[in-house]
Every structure is written in C-alpha cells, then in structure tokens.
T-cell receptor, first 113, second 116 residues
Framework: KQEVTQIPAALSVPEGENLVLNCSFT??????LQWFRQDPGKGLTSLLL?????REQTSGRLNASLDKSSGRSTLYIAASQPGDSATYLC????????????FGAGTRLAVHP | NAGVMQNPRHLVRRRGQEARLRCSPM?????VYWYRQLPEEGLKFMVY????????ESGMPKERFSAEFPKEGPSILRIQQVVRGDSAAYFC??????????????FGQGTRLTVV
C-alpha cells in the first residue's frame, strides 16, 4: 500500500533563503509525482508534475527532482519570499490506471521578511 | 478557460440536513475526483467518476454519502443527514486524458462544509 511522507512538517525561515522540502513514497512503481501549493482556506494549485521517466522539472524559482529507485522527491525553492508562505503537498497516483492521488501531510512553510 | 469550479464555497448545515456540493470540471475534462480534507489532516480520496459512471468509490463512507456525474451538468457530492464529523473541506479535481494517471490533476477551490 502506497504511503507518502513529507518532512519537515513545518518550516520557518527568513526571506532570501534557499529551501529544500522532502517527499518520500513507499512504492517506487509510480507514473508521476505532483507538487501542489495550498494557501490557508484555499484550494490546491499545481506547481510541478514530474513524469516517472524524468529526473527533474523546473518552473521559475522552483525545481523538483525525482529519484524513483530511492522513493524520494525534493522541491527546491530558490531565494524564498514571504509570498511563498503556504503548505506544500506532494502526491502520487496509485497504480490502477487512473489519477487517484495519495497525498503527503504537507510541509507548512512560513517565510518572514 | 475557466478552471475547476466548485460551489458553494462555504456551506453551513444543521445536523440531520442534506448537503449538496457541486463541481464543474475544466472544459474538455471528463474525469472527476472528489477528496476530503478533515481539519488538521491531509487530503483523502473519496470517489472517481466519469460521465454517468462511478469508477472507484473506495474512499466513500458506506452510508449517507453518494456521488454522481450526469451526462449534462456538474458532478454532485451528496451527504445526507449530516453530522458534525462531516465538517471538512471537500475538493474536486479533474483530468482530461483517457489515460488519466499520466496527466496533471487540477483542483477547484473547495467547498468548506460546517455542520452546526
């Protein structure tokens, strides 16, 4: 049974730091891994989708890597800003042919000026 | 190109009433997934539907909860005789590809249900 774990659970940093958020999964037979951002009281915004054949994806200051064999993904945020404050979630689809997602509990990030 | 639309955004119901949550997927998307986020917990899958078909309802509570995605109109998540433990945020996601596992899931803003 697939389980997704995210560490740390919470992170508080000063503005400008480079950050690494971690996501691990127990079943390495995944099709893709998706990173989301959730602001308090809001929905989920898709940040990056990495296919199983890819090693990394980049979007602006965000870079996500995927190591299927070790069951890990990292989300790297460069030069963090207060506007990056949110909860970051990673999710993988379960095997079975459709996009039923298993989510980690998230990393709650606070970037202070 | 509107995203996934959910309404209402906030819903207050008294214990024993019915709650109806609506989700319109992104244009061209035919796969709809419902998730629930209980307070201080992660998102949990509830049900996966295609037009007029329930494909996987393994995450749905056995009683009081039902879902549909008719040929015309939005997908509906229905909760009968709500109890306080149903208070949560309910999110809908849609994907468009026939092979849904390889595509990006797009989420709506959610419906926050409060049972008083």
């Amino acid at each position: 049974k697939q389980e997704v774990t995210q560490i740390p659970a919470a992170l508080s940093v000063p503005e400008g730091e480079n950050l690494v958020l971690n996501c691990s999964f127990t079943d390495s037979a995944i099709y893709n891994l998706q990173w989301f951002r959730q602001d308090p009281g809001k929905g989920l915004t898709s940040l990056l989708l990495i296919q199983s054949s890819q090693r990394e994806q980049t979007s602006g200051r965000l870079n996500a890597s995927l190591d299927k064999s070790s069951g890990r993904s990292t989300l790297y945020i460069a030069a963090s800003q207060p506007g990056d404050s949110a909860t970051y979630l990673c999710a993988v689809p379960v095997s079975g042919g459709y996009n039923k997602l298993i989510f980690g509990a998230g990393t709650r990030l606070a970037v202070h000026p | 190109n509107a995203g996934v639309m959910q309404n209402p955004r906030h819903l207050v119901r008294r214990r024993g009433q019915e709650a109806r949550l609506r989700c319109s997927p992104m244009k061209g998307h035919s796969h709809v997934y419902w998730y629930r986020q209980l307070p201080e917990e992660g998102l949990k899958f509830m049900v996966y539907l295609q037009k007029e078909n329930i494909i996987d309802e393994s995450g749905m509570p056995k009683e009081r909860f039902s879902a549909e995605f008719p040929k015309e109109g939005p997908s509906i998540l229905r909760i009968q005789q709500v109890v306080r433990g149903d208070s949560a945020a309910y999110f809908c996601a849609s994907t468009g590809d026939r092979d849904g596992r390889n595509t990006e899931a797009f989420f709506g803003q959610g419906t926050r249900l409060t049972v008083v």
